[in-house]
């Protein structure tokens, strides 16, 4: 089992940054994919980012491309996302996610096993 904490959201107005941090404590989080997913009320959880165990390759929804960051920090066990040019339609809880497995584009929630509850990122015009 691998617990995931999300933290950094809060709320935000629209043109502002904002960076959001996953921290997932354990000895495997290095071999991990992680990913960033977002859900809005009354819609599905949309893909945000990906990003591979090592660092070399991300890969982003085309939505958040060219706003957002994915990185992370295999030393501290941390996955973040820095958001920024935030838009009103970015507002939405935003959840991480660990795939042990690190088959397919890592772009569905179905290929992640463990998730975080969750930060909510709210962005006001």
């Known amino acids: 089992q691998v617990q995931l904490v999300e933290s950094g959201g809060g709320l935000v107005q629209a043109g502002d940054s904002l960076r959001l941090s996953c921290a997932a404590p354990?000895?495997?989080?290095?071999?991990?994919?992680m990913g960033w997913f977002r859900q809005a009320p009354g819609k599905e959880r949309q893909f945000v980012a990906t990003?591979?165990?090592?660092?070399?390759?991300?890969d982003y929804a085309d939505s958040v491309k060219g706003r957002f960051t994915i990185s992370r920090d295999n030393a501290k066990n941390t996955v973040y996302l820095q958001m920024s040019t935030l838009k009103p339609e970015d507002t939405a809880v935003y959840s991480c996610a660990a795939d042990p497995d690190r088959v397919g584009n890592g772009r569905y929630p179905f290929y992640y096993n463990f998730w975080g509850r969750g930060t909510q990122v709210t962005v006001s015009s």
């Open positions: 990003i591979t165990s090592t660092g070399d390759n991300t």
């Open positions: 354990g000895r495997t989080f290095s071999s991990y994919r």
